[in-house]
Each structure stands twice: as structure tokens, then as C-alpha cells.
């Protein structure tokens, strides 16, 4: 997440400034560690979200589940409108690499080729990634609803297996793809933050997510 036009600092530098006591709360798309856990960093669930294949292309085709591996290594070069495929390379540690990994059959081998092609752009962050979806035609690559929907709301979100992903689909079960984000802090809690956790746990902020296509996970 962006605030006030500070950048990301993503999963891993969220971790690392809670551990260094840079900062005193982190959003995690990552488990902790074995590691993390060595230094005092504790971990919240927070929400879960449609994890969502997104694209700049203005009319996206439905995805079948295992066709996604053929759009991401080339098998399928370009969208039904004639335009190329522009798959995004994320750092190999990136949790959306182990979700797409976990997801769809043949992924993993297809991000491994990925990686050996020098046409294809990294993106260092999740707001990088978007960024770059926007600006390059034909881009394809992997987000959370919610990321999508408050900072790059005209990208164009793929429907998997018929299933359209929405909050509603995913609390119902019809679509089975999603990501945590975790809140990590390291105890004890200064009064500040023992009260911005109770504001983030509160119904305005549940409500705040839930339009945002993010369901609260109550702790």
C-alpha cells in the first residue's frame, strides 16, 4: 500500500523496518519466518482478498485455470484482439510468484522461463507492477482485487473458470483464489499503536475494506 505518496516498501521492507524499529507496524503478503519470529515480530491477520491476473488489454478474455502457464511463457503470444502478451516479472521471493505457483498448473516453470527472457520487465513492487500493467499494452500479471481497485481501478481484472473474481465470489466459494495480508509489530505496543490497531479492526475500516473488495479478518 501507497500513503500520502510515500512508495511501498513491500512485505520484506515492511518486515525489516518492524524488525529494526524503523517503524512499528508492517503489512505482510508473507508468512513470518522462523527467522522473523527469532527477532520478536509477531504477525495479525488482517484481511483476505481475490488474489486476480490483471491486464491493460480494454476487453480481457475469460482464462481457463490451466491455460494461465501458456499466457505466461509464450505457448499463447497474444490476446484474442491480436495484441502481444506482456507478462510482468516479479523478484523470485515475491509472494504472488508462490501463489501463482500454487495456483495454476505449469506456472512455476513458465515464471522460471520468464526470467531467461530479456523482453520481459521486472517490477521490484506491487505498485510497480501496477504501474507498469497500466502503461504497457498487452501487459499480464498477477495483483490483489483490492490493490487494483483503489489504485488502478481501469486495469482490467480476468475472470478464472467462468468465475468473475468479486468479494462476494470469494466469500461464496466460487472463486477459490486468494491472498492474506497480515499486520506484523514487534511487542510490546506503545499507546499509539494499541490504538491504531483498535482503529483498524474497527467496523468503519471493515466497511472501508469490504468496498474495496478486501474481507476484515477478525482477530
Not at 71 to 97: A, C, F, H, K
Not at 141 to 161: K, M, Y
Amino acid at each position: 500500500f501507497e500513503i500520502d505518496g510515500l512508495p511501498s516498501l513491500g512485505s520484506a521492507g515492511g518486515i525489516r523496518g518492524v524488525a529494526t524499529g524503523a517503524i512499528e507496524l508492517g503489512l505482510s503478503g508473507r508468512p513470518l519466518t522462523d527467522v522473523d519470529a527469532a527477532q520478536g515480530l509477531s504477525q495479525r491477520l488482517f484481511l483476505t482478498t481475490p488474489f486476480v491476473l490483471v491486464t491493460s488489454t480494454e476487453k480481457p478474455p475469460p482464462l481457463q485455470a490451466k491455460d494461465v502457464a501458456a499466457y505466461l511463457n509464450g505457448e499463447r503470444p497474444r490476446w484474442p484482439d491480436g495484441t502481444p502478451v506482456r507478462p510482468i516479472q516479479r523478484p523470485r521471493s515475491d509472494q504472488d510468484v508462490l501463489l501463482l505457483s500454487q495456483f495454476f498448473p505449469g506456472a512455476e516453470a513458465a515464471l522460471v522461463a520468464l526470467r531467461r527472457r530479456i523482453d520481459v520487465p521486472p517490477a521490484a513492487s506491487d505498485q510497480d507492477n501496477l504501474t507498469l500493467a497500466r502503461q504497457i499494452p498487452g501487459s499480464l500479471t498477477a495483483a490483489t482485487l483490492v490493490q487494483v481497485r483503489t489504485e488502478h481501478p481501469s486495469l482490467g481484472v480476468l475472470s478464472i473458470d467462468g468465475a468473475t473474481p468479486s468479494l462476494d465470489s470469494l466469500l461464496e466459494g466460487d472463486y477459490p483464489y486468494s491472498k492474506i495480508i497480515s499486520l506484523v509489530t514487534r511487542p510490546p505496543h506503545g499507546a499509539a499503536l494499541v490504538q491504531l490497531l483498535s482503529y483498524l479492526y474497527s467496523p468503519e475500516v471493515e466497511k472501508l475494506l469490504a468496498e474495496s473488495g478486501a474481507y476484515m479478518l477478525h482477530q
